[in-house]
């Protein structure tokens, strides 16, 4: 960032100016009014470790990208997260400074001697923010409706699944429900209190009407919001800010009786890139910066010490900085979905086409149909491909569903996701390996990160001391080393052209995408772009704005190579499920398999399966162990460094417990937080 302008001390609290298409919007806390006739829950939550504060003031956070949605359930991007773990409440809460889950909206659970049956306890006097009552129908309707409902894509059901297997969840009384697990599932109160419960008063309609994916989508009235967290909505202006109040039923306080939050507001402002975001922090317009670059380190690091801010030096974290191929090997082809009657709804694979008909390029193969109709489900297994004639007539018990060509072709024409030259490199291992050998860490390290961070060959974070395995296979940069791998799989310069050729003399050339406005990414991008060139692949660079480029990831599928990260989640490896388990909505290389494509994922699935269902930690910690040595050996992922973590916040700001593991360094615990 050119910009070296002084840092200012302080921020009054009596607005914050948001610029946005050349306009100023001055935005001024807006403390919500309690009723003293509003019913305290009983017992009441009491939040540990704090200091108490007092009431007021706003906090600005300024973030790349906006939010793609306020509904949990469906996000699986930080930007929307940045503001709806703010939205809602959990049955648990996690401590990150003690690693380790609190009650939440429950105020005590208990395990039978099965360690499979859980009971838990809700407080009594629960509300919503519109002041609707919080009971244990909307937690099973959460789970049973939501959650689990095959018509939705939830990011977490993966998670929640033992063999297949849904967790049972029923209710019991108002205030009291049961969760029966399949089998033993190790980490449960951790990661089953972690999910935010939704209104059953606001959402059943909507999930009746196969309308849930929209509702509290962006285009949402506010005033039509309902959550739980500390916060709730109160306004959202695309493409420039999120403003929220503090939600007056919030059920946390702390131990001198003041319910949280303390501070009246937040608003999340919406920047383009991390030039912007460190200006405006500079310039007082944000109030935290989560996220410290290199460029800014020494900057922003000398403005702390005259003590113009709060920074903390956190170290590494469990984050992830790495690349991966398009291992895809599915085909597609446009499809029109009619159901007789209308009302059948169609699951097609893992994807939900709800009520038809239905236009959509859909995946091609052996596809697994569910159809479900008045309460009745039935699974039918068909296959297409180039020889199957059009229109298809599949019969169920209750209608028929037929499957055409949009245009009354008579003949399916699928297209292969990923060109087949780039797919046979891409799934074999000796090509990933030797991408991996050629590139240049240390380059990284020292001219991105000024040597702050460590070189990393792992999916396991080496911060993550309790997990991670220290004897994954390592790809130190080695030019020669990748050569001599992509020769062995006929992979070398034909032509001395100095540029590489596959046996069937195709150049080795694909595009490489990463998000606009992250320099960092940006940064690494030309960096990796160079080191392949030097190695004779022509790797064509194409930065995309982030919410495009989710769309392929998770979308359409409709790209070669991707340069992302993952955040911070649980310490535990079962939150990874997502992810390296190969039905999972987040297995980037090649998402939500009805089946393992190969070996090697299949046994990561069969590993996964089993270290959730034992609570020996040695045995659970041997087949991780496994899971890294392979995951290090195919790489499906290719690592390059971790960065040492450090966040600032203005001064005044009390209650800051910073933490390295958590994406949120330092307003993890942001309803807790308050102006001195």
């Not at 951790?190 to 959402?203: R, S």
């Not at 597609?332 to 694979?349: C, D, N, Q, R």
């Not at 499920?577 to 089946?595: C, D, E, I």
């Amino acid at each position: 960032m050119n910009s070296r302008r002084a840092l200012l001390h302080s921020f009054a609290l009596s607005g914050v100016l948001l610029s946005a298409c050349g306009e100023r919007t001055t935005i001024k806390p807006t403390p919500t009014p309690v009723s003293p006739l509003v019913t305290l829950p009983e017992p009441k939550a009491i939040a540990q470790d704090i200091t108490p504060g007092k009431k007021g003031g706003l906090l600005a956070i300024a973030v790349m990208g906006g939010p793609k949605t306020f509904n949990p359930t469906v996000a699986n991007e930080e930007s929307s997260k940045e503001v709806y773990r703010l939205l809602f409440s959990k049955i648990g809460l996690y401590d990150w400074k003690n690693q380790k889950t609190v009650p939440g909206l429950a105020h005590k659970w208990s395990v039978a001697d099965d360690n499979r049956t859980w009971t838990f306890h809700l407080r009594k006097n629960l509300k919503w923010s519109d002041g609707e009552p919080l009971t244990a129908d909307d937690v099973v309707f959460t789970w049973n409706d939501v959650i689990y409902n095959p018509g939705i894509d939830s990011v977490t059901a993966d998670i929640f699944k033992i063999e297949g297997k849904q967790f049972e969840v029923t209710k019991i009384d108002e205030l009291t429900f049961r969760v029966v697990t399949p089998k033993i599932f190790a980490p449960f109160i951790e990661f089953f209190g972690d999910v935010e419960i939704l209104p059953k008063h606001v959402l059943a309609e909507a999930v009746k009407a196969k309308r849930f994916k929209e509702s509290y989508g962006i285009n949402i009235d506010p005033k039509d919001f309902v959550g739980s967290g500390p916060y709730k909505l109160k306004e959202f202006k695309p493409g420039e800010y999120t403003l929220l109040e503090r939600n007056p039923h919030y059920h946390r306080f702390d131990n001198e009786g003041t319910r949280l939050p303390y501070i009246d507001n937040v608003v999340v402002t919406e920047v383009p890139d991390m030039n912007a975001l460190a200006l405006k922090f500079e310039n007082g317009e944000s109030h935290v910066m989560r996220m410290i670059r290199s460029e800014d380190y020494e900057r922003l690091n000398a403005a702390a010490e005259e003590g113009k801010f709060q920074m903390f030096d956190l170290g590494v974290g469990p984050e992830k900085r790495f690349f991966w191929f398009n291992m895809n090997t599915n085909k597609t082809a446009a499809l029109k979905i009619v159901s007789t009657p209308p009302e059948i709804e169609v699951m097609w694979g893992r994807i939900g086409l709800g009520k038809t008909p239905v236009d959509k390029t859909l995946p091609v193969g052996d596809v697994q149909l569910i159809a479900a109709f008045e309460g009745k489900r039935q699974t039918n297994t068909i296959q297409l491909n180039e020889s199957t004639v059009l229109p298809l007539q599949l019969k169920v018990d209750f209608g028929t569903i037929q499957i055409a060509d949009p245009r009354g072709d008579k003949k399916l024409k699928p297209k292969p996701i990923v060109k087949p030259e780039r797919l046979k490199w891409f799934l074999n291992k000796k090509f990933r390996q030797a991408i991996s050998y050629a590139i240049d860490r240390p380059s990284i390290v020292e001219s991105i990160y000024a040597g702050r961070a460590d070189f990393n060959y792992s999916y396991i974070s080496p911060a993550n001391k309790q997990w991670y395995n220290p004897n994954v296979p390592k790809f130190p940069y080695d030019p020669d080393k990748a050569r001599a791998l992509l020769a062995e799989i006929e992979i070398k310069d034909r032509d001395n052209d100095g540029y590489l050729e596959d046996g069937d003399g195709n150049d080795i050339e694909f595009i490489f995408n990463t998000n606009t406005g992250n320099t960092e990414r940006e940064r690494i991008a030309v960096l990796v772009q160079d080191d392949l060139k030097r190695l004779g692949v022509r790797l064509v660079y194409q930065p995309l704005e982030f919410n495009t480029l989710v769309q392929k990831v998770t979308g359409d599928y409709k790209y070669d190579c991707v340069l992302l990260g993952l955040g911070g989640a649980s310490l535990d490896p079962q939150s990874s499920a997502n992810v390296l388990v190969s039905s999972g909505f987040t297995h980037f290389w090649f998402p939500r398999q009805l089946k393992p494509v190969t070996e090697w994922e299949a046994r990561i699935d069969e590993l996964y399966a089993r270290q959730v269902e034992t609570l020996e930690f040695d045995e659970r910690k041997k087949m991780i162990d496994e899971v890294q040595m392979i995951l290090g050996d195919q790489i499906p992922f290719i690592y390059l460094v971790q960065k040492y973590n450090y966040a600032a916040i203005k001064n005044g700001v009390g209650n800051v417990k910073p933490t390295a593991m958590y994406s949120w360094h330092v307003t993890w615990n942001l309803d807790e937080l308050y102006y001195e």
